[in-house]
């Protein structure tokens, strides 16, 4: 188990966003979290990522207990994430967007910048390298200098999966990397994280595209209302009846 | 490489321009603005960097400034403490105190930490205005002495004054210069630019942020101190709101974010009202309007609309190829259907 989270409950004033789900996250494979609208799947994501803290329960990183950890300690353990709207500094270039997703790595501070001392150049250089190679793993070097903003939903989708791994993470947590995206670039964002696993990475996603989590996903966690309604395979999720009915509308949610 | 040189070619006009104008303007008021400006393009330039790279509206920036020079007066004439030393102390306390406030004040985010700090301004302000026995109060504080000599260096005449301004100016542009093209430049334009992915990232936000914030009211308070021992005479005025507000519009009419906005902005208007001094308080209502319409439009200022207008050349020319080649192809095969319709026909 690279993560597990046990009994994972968050509560907003009166709303219980996740309630009381325990669940693990394989290492080196595809881990899906599927559910309708306002299930708490961000929510989750939030308190696996440090940017929420859980109201109970425990996360657990390679063994280690981490739920009191602020977010930037958890990137530094190995966890990355990517957001619905990727967040992206829109008027810079790719380059520069990417080249701050190493710097968790770094340790030159205020005075090193302005000093331009040895540590500084050297961490500048590594940055700018881990920059290019993560932008090669994605596919985007060609458009490493034009600005964001004038690059398509899928690219932005790659930097945004750049800038995660530029943290040398090994779990990357992506939330509906697909959204916004026509059926032809899915297709190339699949094979994206497909290659992410094979590299070595394991990878735990958010996404409404049914056709894309069926096809690479290899465990399926569904949530409805912040409960775990289900867990599995993909054939066992699609077959399970109370996922059907949160999906379809049944008489059991009130 | 040609685009930075030509930089380096402008950088060397304005140092040029900077270092001949007390020769080139002898009328000694035109040298004695000039002076002020370069002041207020400090403090500019401190609030710059925490509101223009980080992405926090300090509005107490007025209220270090104030302290700087007060610090200054105050060590200078009632504790008769050597120039250079009250100086760099000055600068040290206000850091200090700018550390403590920012521990606090960076616990708000956004519109929160904008009126936090504008209250803490305003608390500067009151402490200056009725703490008659140590400021002054309302009277003001008079006789601080102008620039020690250094070695052979006296700065007694407005000139002399001129230069060592312009040299402060030039090192805090370099530092600035120096920040902005580093990796902790970066980790600041990243925490301006989503705090939640820079969390998310690795970066300690609160660290960095803290860091920015001190670095910056260091800045505000060399120019507080500069102003005192230019002036030489200070009163509560300087730590009132309006004065905030001065820096504000000098630094969005010049452009938040960008190395060149302070410079652009404040010369621009500290030359604009005086030139509009006949009009004394009414001048506002040209401003208001100006600055309006400008925050709509331009809303990264003068610098910024500059910077954008270039990128956005950049990016038309780069992809002037692409374009040009799914134009032929358009081209060639809307030529190809006229034909076989022709064939059909």
Not at chain 1, 138 to 160: C, F, I, P, W
Not at chain 2, 23 to 40: E, R
Not at chain 2, 42 to 67: D, E, K, P, Q, R
Not at chain 2, 133 to 144: C, Y
């Amino acid at each position: 188990m690279l993560l597990h989270v046990e009994r994972l409950t968050k509560r907003f004033g009166g709303l219980l966003a996740v309630n009381d789900v325990t669940f693990s996250v394989e290492q080196g494979k595809i881990n899906a979290i599927i559910g309708p609208n306002g299930a708490g799947k961000s929510t989750f994501f939030n308190l696996i990522s440090g940017l929420h803290r859980p109201t109970s329960g425990t996360i657990a990183f390679k063994g280690r207990d981490i739920t009191r950890l602020p977010a930037n300690e958890r990137a530094k353990l190995g966890i990355a994430r990517t957001f619905q709207t990727t967040h992206l500094f829109e008027q810079a270039t790719v380059m520069d967007n990417v080249i701050i997703g190493h710097r968790l790595r770094t340790s030159s501070n205020l005075f090193d910048a302005i000093l331009r001392t040895k540590r500084h150049r050297r961490e500048e250089q590594a940055c700018k390298e881990k920059a290019m190679e993560v932008l090669d793993f994605v596919g985007l070097t060609h458009v490493a200098d034009r600005m964001v903003a004038n690059l398509s939903q899928e690219q932005k989708k790659r930097v945004a999966f750049a800038l995660a791994l530029a943290t040398d993470p090994e779990l990357v947590l992506l939330d509906e990397p697909a959204a916004g995206v026509n059926p032809d670039e899915t297709e190339g964002l699949e094979e994206l994280i497909v290659k992410m696993v094979k590299g070595g990475l394991t990878v735990c996603l958010i996404e409404h595209k049914m056709s894309m989590i069926m096809k690479i996903a290899d465990r399926i966690m569904v949530l409805n209302y912040g409960e775990k309604i289900a867990e599995g395979t993909p054939e066992e999720v699609q077959n399970n009846e109370a996922v059907i009915q949160a999906y379809l509308g049944g008489s059991t949610v009130a | 490489m040609a685009v930075f040189e030509k930089r380096r070619l402008w950088l060397a006009v304005l140092a040029a321009l900077a270092l001949a104008f007390p020769l080139l303007v002898t009328n000694g008021y035109y040298v004695h603005m000039m002076t002020i400006s370069f002041i207020w393009m400090i403090a500019v330039y401190g609030l710059n960097l925490f509101a223009g790279y980080t992405g926090y509206l300090s509005l107490a920036h007025a209220g270090f400034f104030a302290i700087g020079a007060y610090t200054l007066g105050i060590l200078t004439v009632k504790a008769g403490w050597p120039f250079w030393l009250a100086f760099a102390a000055a600068c040290l306390l206000t850091t200090l105190i700018g550390v403590f406030v920012g521990l606090v004040a960076l616990r708000t985010k956004e519109h929160f930490f904008a009126i936090y700090t504008l209250c803490v301004g305003y608390i500067i302000y009151l402490i200056i205005d009725k703490w008659d026995s140590l400021t002054g109060g309302v009277r003001g504080f008079i006789g601080i002495p102008a620039p020690a000599d250094i070695g052979p260096l006296s700065f007694q005449t407005p000139v002399a004054q001129y230069y060592l301004v312009l040299c402060f100016l030039v090192a805090v542009i370099f530092t600035m210069y120096r920040l902005v093209y580093s990796l902790t430049g970066r980790t600041y334009i990243a925490i301006r630019n989503s705090e939640e992915l820079a969390l998310t990232l690795g970066i300690s936000t609160m660290k960095n942020k803290l860091a920015s914030f001190v670095l910056s009211v260091f800045f505000t308070s060399l120019a507080g101190a500069l102003y005192a021992s230019f002036i030489r005479f200070l009163g509560p005025d300087i730590a009132y709101v309006s004065v905030m507000f001065d820096f504000l519009t000098y630094l969005l009419v010049g452009g938040i974010g960008t190395l060149a906005g302070p410079v652009v902005g404040t010369l621009l208007i500290t030359f604009l009202s005086q030139q509009l001094q006949f009009l004394q308080d009414y001048r506002m209502l040209i401003f208001g309007p100006v600055l309006t319409l400008l925050i709509i439009f331009y809303p990264h200022g003068i610098a910024g609309g500059v910077i954008r207008l270039k990128a956005k050349r950049e990016e038309a020319r780069r992809l002037d190829p692409e374009a040009n080649r799914v134009a032929a192809e358009l081209a060639v095969s809307s030529q190809g259907r006229g034909e076989r319709h022709a064939e059909e026909g």
